[in-house]
């Protein structure tokens, strides 16, 4: 009778560590990035529970296994790509046209709801936490929490935890400056959000603009926000007389692409719980840059 494989390395602690250091000297001096994957998919168990944290603390004596099998609960769907998930967070990459949460008339085709299907393999209690929104249309990063606890800490601690957050527009006509900024009080009035150059109580918002490439009829801008309101982007770009292309709602001419031309490409942070931090990017979208 053949011996059985065995699924997993298995290594006992000699001495006081975190585990992503552990793995990197147990596995022969892998890289960091390395290790870090293997934690992100869930492949690490530590005395038979499964370890996505980077500073998980071992001590002596503790069992730490590392799965040679591929996860076999990987997420697969066409809207949305995971970049990176632990114990506590989840952040993703969503495609334009998603909901990033449930709501009336729409429940189950948003990110938030196949996000909790997916959580729900492990244990059925669990669920994720909406902690910041995109448009339906906005394509990009964004992050949800995995309990309760951490939901209230990046909602209470927002600005402090999140420090770089960049987008990516294309804009109709030639913006003039190479940089700027655009300063107004934003008022969510449910169908739309009215703009006001002086306090009409309403919450002042700031963004910052880099033009990076213009056209005869477009200009591609990065945006950096310095508060967060709702549609803040898309009302300050028609402050400045350059609305985002496809954005009917604030004056946007449609585009053959159908969808608006707004992606959200850089979330940097502070994790949470652990104080590491982190920092996502991803490419600006073909279709923005094949206008210029």
Do not use: C
């Amino acid at each position: 009778m053949p011996r059985a494989v065995p699924r997993y390395l298995s290594f006992t602690v000699k001495e006081n560590d975190e585990l992503l250091s552990f793995l990197m000297k147990a596995m022969s001096g892998i890289s960091r990035n390395r290790a870090k994957s293997i934690l992100s998919n869930r492949l690490v168990l530590v005395n038979g529970t499964i370890q996505t944290l980077f500073n998980f603390p071992l001590s002596a004596g503790m069992k730490v296994q590392i799965s040679k099998e591929k996860n076999k609960q990987d997420f697969r769907h066409p809207l949305i790509k995971i970049l990176y998930e632990d114990a506590y967070i989840i952040v993703i990459e969503k495609k334009e046209g998603l909901l990033s949460v449930a709501t009336d008339s729409q429940k189950e085709k948003t990110a938030q709801h196949i996000l909790s299907e997916y959580v729900k393999r492990k244990h059925r209690n669990n669920r994720v936490f909406v902690v910041h929104r995109l448009d339906r249309e906005t394509s990009g990063i964004m992050m949800y929490a995995k309990d309760d606890k951490t939901q209230r800490t990046l909602r209470d601690n927002w600005h402090q935890i999140v420090f770089d957050r960049r987008y990516v527009a294309v804009v109709n006509g030639k913006v003039e400056k190479n940089q700027g900024v655009v300063e107004s009080w934003l008022t969510d009035r449910k169908l739309y959000v009215s703009s006001s150059p002086t306090d009409d109580g309403g919450k002042f918002s700031v963004t910052h603009y880099h033009t990076l490439k213009r056209s005869a009829h477009h200009s591609l801008i990065e945006l950096q926000l310095e508060t967060g309101r709702k549609n803040q982007i898309r009302v300050h770009m028609s402050d400045l007389g350059h609305p985002v292309l496809g954005d009917i709602r604030y004056g946007g001419e449609e585009n053959q692409f159908s969808r608006l031309a707004l992606h959200a490409f850089k979330l940097s942070f502070y994790h949470p719980v652990t104080g590491e931090t982190l920092s996502f990017e991803t490419p600006y979208p073909t279709l923005f840059k094949s206008l210029f």
